[in-house]
């Protein structure tokens, strides 16, 4: 090629490139789900040529991952009390039983630690110096809790975008003031779908009532924490997380319910999922030595296996043994306690550390028994594998609630895990063949998107900056 013809390659790829932006990714460590959803966000704005922030404020020190692969981090330590969290129940103990998450022994918690955070944050001038001086076009932040949006406003960025690391939830639908019928419209943390009965009607105003109420205790501490450093004048954080531009929420239209919905919500699930390697050695070894296929098991990140009771590993473990033919592997964090245990059954591999998706994207592996995380019934409805999902707590049962309505999954209780039920649940899964069958349309249909969740990200999010004036607008509602 000539020197004149590489200029002229060269001019046309710069004038064509969009202009470069400086994005503040908001990501408090409420969870690894949450952290890594944002961080993916993160490097998917890298990519497309622009300047990334993650801004890490912790609240959960025990949740020591950046979510990023390539963007820079700032982790800073902002609470008074940095234990806190330490005690949630639900760390304590995932597999309870009664657990519930909209308790009060919960929301008190996780309202004083996001109260925290924020005061931390909002006092800290030499913090809010040190944001401000990026200059940044725009913010991404998940909503939960509202304080991110006086801190925004503090830091004269002058527009944002919501996520959700979660499928759509109340509060979202909320802010973008989009009507949402409890009588169809199920809320994100009960187990119903768009189909109820009165009663399930009736519970479906409880749950999200405590859900709306607890956000709204926050909000009112958020705002008088707010007001207390910058005076009342300053604008309520509802006020300001009305003036959001968009939502990028982690559903899918072919999985999520059909519900009232604006365009300016929108749909980027399978986002965090990444793309299938090859197996290491180990693995293979495993995977290419079984006779019918392989089961995987996982608990995901924050309910390990290891703490469940004596009693249901071993119902468990019974269930394994009835499939002599199918090998299972375990997502089980010390193994080395339990070496006896295992010793019995020789179809079981329990592993430290599981390569899910690749895994789950191996032909020999037939199910994946799940709580029902969405990153994890993502990467398994990407995967088109089948799932018996055990929801433990969230939006666990929610998301378990719209597989088993679209025919990609079999539900078993928490309360009721034993061998009976889980047999029973594998043998369905196994010998009717609708499932495979759904969970392997499902997957074609999201792999041939006519637009990635990727491009939606980054389109948008310029388009957002590219209209900074778009958050004066009067869009709210
Ligand atoms: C973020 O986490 C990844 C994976 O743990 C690590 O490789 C990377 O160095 C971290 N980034 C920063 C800036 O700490
Ligand atoms: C769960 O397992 C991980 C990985 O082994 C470990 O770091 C963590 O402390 C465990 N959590 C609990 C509550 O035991
Ligand atoms: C393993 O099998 C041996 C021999 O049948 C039995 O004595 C032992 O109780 C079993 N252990 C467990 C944990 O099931």
Known sequence: MSMKAVLFVFAVFFCGHTESYKILIYSPTLGHSHVNFMGKIADTLLDAGHEVLVYIPVLDPDVRSNGTKRAPVLRVDVMDDPTLLKNHPLKLNPFNDNFDILGDDCTNILVEGYAQVCSGQLS???????????????????LFGYCAFGLFKLLGIPTNILTSALPMTEV??????????????????????????YKERAMN?????????????????????????????????????????????NADEFFELPRPITHRIIYVG????????????????????????????SFGSLANSSLLPMKKKLAIL???????????????ERPEDDVELFANYSNVYPMKWVPQVDLLNHPKVKVFITHGGMNSLTEAITSGTPTIAIPLFGDQDHNVA???????????????IDTESLTAALQEVL????????????AQMIAKK???????????????????DLSNLDIAG
């Open 124 to 142: 800290n001038k030499a913090l809010l110096k040190t944001l401000r001086d990026h200059h940044f076009d725009i913010a991404i932040t998940e």
């Open 172 to 197: 979202i639908g909320d802010v973008f003031g989009v009507p949402q019928p409890l009588s169809y419209v199920p809320g994100i943390f009960g187990s119903l779908t768009d189909e109820m009965s």
């Open 205 to 249: 105003v409880i749950t999200s009532g405590n859900w709306r109420g607890m956000q709204k205790q926050l909000l009112d501490r958020e705002n008088e924490i707010l007001h207390r450093y910058y005076g009342s004048d300053f604008p309520s954080l509802e006020d300001l997380a009305k003036k959001s531009a968009l939502a990028f929420v």
């Open 270 to 297: 399978g986002i965090g999922v990444q793309n299938a390697q090859k197996l290491s050695n180990e693995v293979t070894k495993i995977v290419d030595a079984s006779d019918k296929g392989v089961i995987l098991l």
């Open 318 to 332: 019974r269930t394994m043994a009835n499939f002599p033919k199918y090998t299972f592997i375990w997502k089980y």
């Open 402 to 416: 719209v597989a088993v309505k679209r025919g990609v999954s079999v539900f078993v209780s928490k309360r009721n």
């Open 431 to 442: 010998e009717n063949e609708k499932f495979e069958l759904n969970a392997k349309r499902l």
């Open 450 to 468: 006519p637009i990635k969740p990727k491009d939606l990200i980054v389109k948008w999010t310029e388009f957002v900056a590219e209209f900074q």
